[in-house]
C-alpha cells in the first residue's frame, strides 16, 4: 500500500526511537486554537514539525503516526490527512486513523502521536 502514501509496515533500524506523546492545537502564543479540524491538524502537525527539528530528524525518519479526530468520519479524516501528508513528506510510516468521543479538552478535535527513528 506504499502507493497510498503510507506502509502497512514500518521497519526501524537498530537505533534509538523517540517516542512524541500526542500534539494537539495549541499555540505558542496562546491564541485559540482553531475551530476546524484541519486548522488543528496543521497546527498539531506544525508543533511536531518542531519536535522533528529538534531531534535532528524529517519525515523520512517517522516510522509511525497515530491521528485520533473527535466525531470522526471519513471527511474528517481526510481533510487531517492534509497535514500529515506535509509533515511526513516523501516519508512512509504506518498510519492509524482513530475516532473518538472526546480528547483532552472540548475545544479540541485532533491529536497526533509519533514514534521517530533517531539519524
Same mark, same amino acid.
Given at each position: 500500500?506504499?502507493?497510498? *502514501? !503510507?506502509?502497512?509496515?514500518?521497519? /526501524?533500524? +537498530?537505533?534509538?526511537? #523517540?517516542?512524541?506523546?500526542?500534539?494537539?492545537?495549541?499555540? +505558542?502564543?496562546?491564541? &485559540? #486554537? +482553531?475551530?476546524?479540524? /484541519? *486548522?488543528?491538524?496543521?497546527? =498539531? #502537525? $506544525?508543533?511536531? #514539525?518542531?519536535?522533528?527539528?529538534?531531534?535532528?530528524?524529517?519525515?523520512?525518519?517517522?516510522?509511525?503516526?497515530?491521528? !485520533?479526530? $473527535?466525531?470522526? @468520519?471519513? &471527511?474528517?479524516?481526510? %481533510?487531517?490527512?492534509?497535514?500529515?501528508? &506535509?509533515?511526513?513528506?516523501?516519508?512512509?510510516?504506518?498510519? @492509524?486513523?482513530?475516532?473518538? %468521543? =472526546?480528547? !483532552?479538552? +472540548?475545544?479540541?478535535? $485532533?491529536?497526533? &502521536?509519533?514514534?521517530?527513528?533517531?539519524?
Amino acid at each position: 500500500m506504499a502507493s497510498a *502514501g !503510507y506502509s502497512q509496515i514500518s521497519v /526501524a533500524e +537498530p537505533g534509538r526511537l #523517540a517516542f512524541l506523546s500526542g500534539q494537539v492545537a495549541w499555540l +505558542p502564543s496562546g491564541e &485559540e #486554537a +482553531p475551530k476546524d479540524v /484541519a *486548522g488543528q491538524a496543521k497546527v =498539531a #502537525a $506544525v508543533n511536531l #514539525a518542531s519536535a522533528l527539528k529538534e531531534l535532528g530528524a524529517s519525515g523520512k525518519d517517522i516510522v509511525m503516526l497515530r491521528l !485520533y479526530v $473527535v466525531d470522526a @468520519t471519513t &471527511e474528517k479524516f481526510q %481533510q487531517a490527512q492534509v497535514a500529515l501528508d &506535509e509533515l511526513k513528506g516523501d516519508g512512509m510510516p504506518s498510519i @492509524t486513523t482513530i475516532g473518538v %468521543q =472526546a480528547l !483532552y479538552s +472540548p475545544d479540541i478535535l $485532533v491529536e497526533i &502521536e509519533m514514534v521517530v527513528r533517531l539519524p
